[in-house]
């Protein structure tokens, strides 16, 4: 059975730094992608940073435009994936959930909600002065 649970969401000051974790039960990762997706008040989930085990057996991480070079996404042996955001911004407020799935991914749909089939509950993260 997958399961998916998110930790770590607070209140961060603009600039500061927050680390999002995602535990998970059921997954393998030569068969599960996983990522991590947003949704604001008023807005469509978005996707923010997925990570998938290559042909080559090693680690592939995709972000979005918004994120890039501030956020970093890994995981653990525990199967554990972590999302690091620095410099995080007001528009970075939003609840921020985990998703994986077994689907075959083209690197497009990586960072498509509509791909997924397993979430977790989802978390608050604020950025406020």
């Known amino acids: 059975q997958v399961q998916l649970v998110e930790s770590g969401g607070d209140l961060v000051q603009p600039g500061g730094s927050l680390r999002l974790s995602c535990a998970t039960t059921?997954?393998?990762?030569?068969?599960?992608?996983t990522a991590w997706f947003r949704q604001a008040p008023g807005k469509k989930r978005e996707g923010v940073s997925g990570i998938l085990r290559g042909l080559d057996g090693r680690d592939r991480t995709y972000y979005a435009s918004s994120v890039r070079g501030r956020f970093t996404i890994s995981r653990d042996r525990a199967n554990t994936v972590y999302l690091q955001m620095n410099n995080v911004k007001v528009e970075d407020t939003a609840v921020y959930y985990c998703?994986?799935?077994?689907?075959?991914?083209?690197?497009?749909?990586?960072?498509?909600?509509?791909?997924?089939?397993?979430w977790g509950q989802g978390i608050q993260v604020t950025v406020s002065s």
């Open positions: 059921g997954i393998t990762w030569d068969v599960f992608k």
């Open positions: 998703a994986t799935t077994t689907r075959s991914l083209t690197i497009a749909g990586v960072l498509e909600p509509d791909n997924y089939d397993f």
